[in-house]
Nanobody, 120 residues
Framework: VQLQASGGGLVQAGGSLRLSCAAS????????MNWYRQAPGKERESVAR???????TYVDSVKGRFTISRDNAENTVYLQMNSLKPEDTAVYYC???????????????WGQGTLVTVSS
């Protein structure tokens, strides 16, 4: 099982980006899917979370600007980021609780990270 994130880049403040993260491999099911970020010199923080049923939670700093969604048929999670600010600059990582067909229990997997840079 692996997660492949994409969609990062350089954008001006006020702009938008859409991140994608696709899971592949011997997947039986995917439970919660998450986006985290890590800014230079800071600890990794949870940005948004979505359950299999579509319930979402967000860190306060992105509420009203970011939207997490998922396509269960495609095993993909998205993060639509609008009204971006320089303080959103970070490496964004996807994370998912995945039940591998070959294992007895699910575990969390991480994507490789995609860099988002917001210029002022």
């Amino acid at each position: 099982v692996q997660l492949q994130a994409s969609g990062g880049g350089l954008v001006q403040a006020g702009g938008s980006l859409r991140l994608s993260c696709a899971a592949s491999g011997s997947i039986f099911s995917i439970n919660t899917m998450n986006w985290y970020r890590q800014a230079p010199g800071k600890e990794r923080e949870s940005v948004a979370r979505i359950t299999y049923g579509g319930s979402t939670t967000y860190v306060d700093s992105v509420k009203g600007r970011f939207t997490i969604s998922r396509d269960n048929a495609e095993n993909t999670v998205y993060l639509q980021m609008n009204s971006l600010k320089p303080e959103d600059t970070a490496v964004y990582y996807c994370n998912a609780d995945i039940q591998d067909c070959r294992l007895r229990s699910s575990k969390y997997y991480w994507g490789q990270g995609t860099l988002v840079t917001v210029s002022s």
